[in-house]
């Protein structure tokens, strides 16, 4: 299996996993047990939309704002459970770019501001799989709202 399908595998895994016992236990129902690796279901993946238990991902509400790597903020939709990440953050550099999870900033004793993560990936593969979905639709808003 290429690293790119087992990455994809496992995003499916942990999000399926994770969210979906959140929502389930928010909406009252029992959580149930989670699925494994191997009874997760699996799905198609096409160009920009990520195609599976969890629906599309799409990308809305792009505010611009440069800033060292920071090129602007960016809503992301998993359609299925339907959980929007709001805040999201596109960076580039040096011909690479990335969506960075919404974080909160804080000062320590000394006044230094750092930040706290929101939202994280449990592991490398969850996070490159989210990335390979993600970016495609950002970029596709991206040349939707040109002037």
Do not use: Y
Not at 87 to 107: E, Q, V
């Amino acid at each position: 299996m290429s690293e790119v399908n087992s990455a994809r595998r496992k995003f499916q895994d942990v999000v399926v996993n994770e969210v979906g016992q959140h929502w389930r236990t928010l909406r009252g129902e029992s959580p149930g047990k989670s699925r494994t690796q191997d009874s997760a279901p699996r799905g198609d993946w096409e160009g920009s939309a990520m195609q599976n238990s969890l629906g599309t991902v799409t990308a809305s509400n792009w505010r611009p704002l440069q800033r060292n790597t920071l090129r602007g903020f960016v809503d992301i939709t998993l359609s299925d459970p339907g959980l929007i990440i709001h805040g999201c953050t596109l960076h580039a550099r040096d011909g690479d770019r990335w969506i960075s999870m919404p974080a909160k900033a804080f000062s320590d004793a000394d006044g230094v501001q750092h930040w706290n993560s929101v939202v994280e990936f449990s592991d490398r593969e969850a996070k490159v799989a989210f990335q390979q979905a993600a970016l495609p639709a950002v970029s596709r808003l991206l040349q939707e709202t040109k002037p």
